[in-house]
């Protein structure tokens, strides 16, 4: 099976914009998790989807929204981006016939440069 | 609430010698503990879990972790490091939250193997 995809891989952007991170699950996956990984503030927990649905929120202000496909295919925008945004952006899925204590299956990230 | 703590931000170790990653942990009820592995710009790996039965679990790349109870703790180990060992190692724990177990995740450990 083909893993955890993300499109882009890097962007760069300036502050006040917006953008839209992609997020393509293991086939049959139908939970999706995003985190952000900074140096400073190790892997948070953004959102998770499961059949379209918000099932979990982390603590992130309303900037960070996300969303998720009839295929499970998840994006996640940021608006008025703003340098502290910077970071890594991991997607995850996980397989529900896995039970709750199923692993977590990651991507290779999206690197976010805000200037 | 849970959490995860790993005490130590980095570890050294020599080629050949024992290493261990430290963690505890606090979760309400049973605890599923993980650990993930990540190599520079690249998402992070599962290697191993605890759901529940022997307290001593075996995982990817030859890597080991015990599970103690009443120590509330999941150090990872592995009998002989290798220089590509090096690499930052995350423990996690997940709890329900909304129906479906979200792992927290720890704040990462370095772990630098010396030729």
């Known amino acids: 099976k083909a893993g955890v995809t993300q499109t882009p891989r890097y962007l760069i952007k300036t502050r006040g914009q917006q953008v839209t991170l992609s997020c393509s699950p293991i086939s049959g996956h139908r939970s999706v998790s995003w985190y952000q990984q900074t140096p400073g503030q190790g892997l948070q927990f953004l959102f998770e989807?499961?059949?379209?649905?918000?099932?979990n929120k982390g603590n992130f202000p309303g900037r960070f929204s996300g969303r998720q496909f009839s295929n499970s295919r998840s994006e996640m925008n940021v608006s008025t981006l703003e340098l502290g945004d910077s970071a890594l952006y991991l997607c995850?899925?996980?397989?529900?016939?896995?039970?709750?204590?199923?692993?977590?299956?990651f991507g290779p990230g999206t690197r976010l440069t805000v200037l | 609430a849970q959490s995860v703590a790993q005490p130590e931000d980095q570890v050294n170790v020599a080629e050949g010698n024992p290493l261990t990653v430290k963690c505890t942990y606090s979760?309400?009820?049973?605890?599923?503990l993980f650990w993930y592995v990540q190599y520079p710009n690249r998402g992070l790996q599962f290697l191993l879990k605890?759901?529940?039965?022997?307290?001593l679990v075996k995982g990817s790349y030859g890597f080991e972790a015990e599970f103690n109870k009443s120590q509330t703790s999941f150090h990872l180990k592995k009998p002989s490091a290798l220089v590509s060992d090096s690499a930052l190692y995350f423990c996690a724990v997940s709890g329900s939250r909304g129906g479906s177990y979200i792992p927290t995740f720890g704040r990462g450990t370095s772990l630098i193997v010396h030729p």
């Open positions: 979760v309400s009820g049973n605890p599923y």
């Open positions: 989807y499961f059949s379209e649905t918000q099932r």
């Open positions: 605890y759901i529940t039965g022997d307290n």
């Open positions: 995850a899925s996980t397989s529900e016939l896995a039970g709750f204590v199923g692993e977590q299956f």
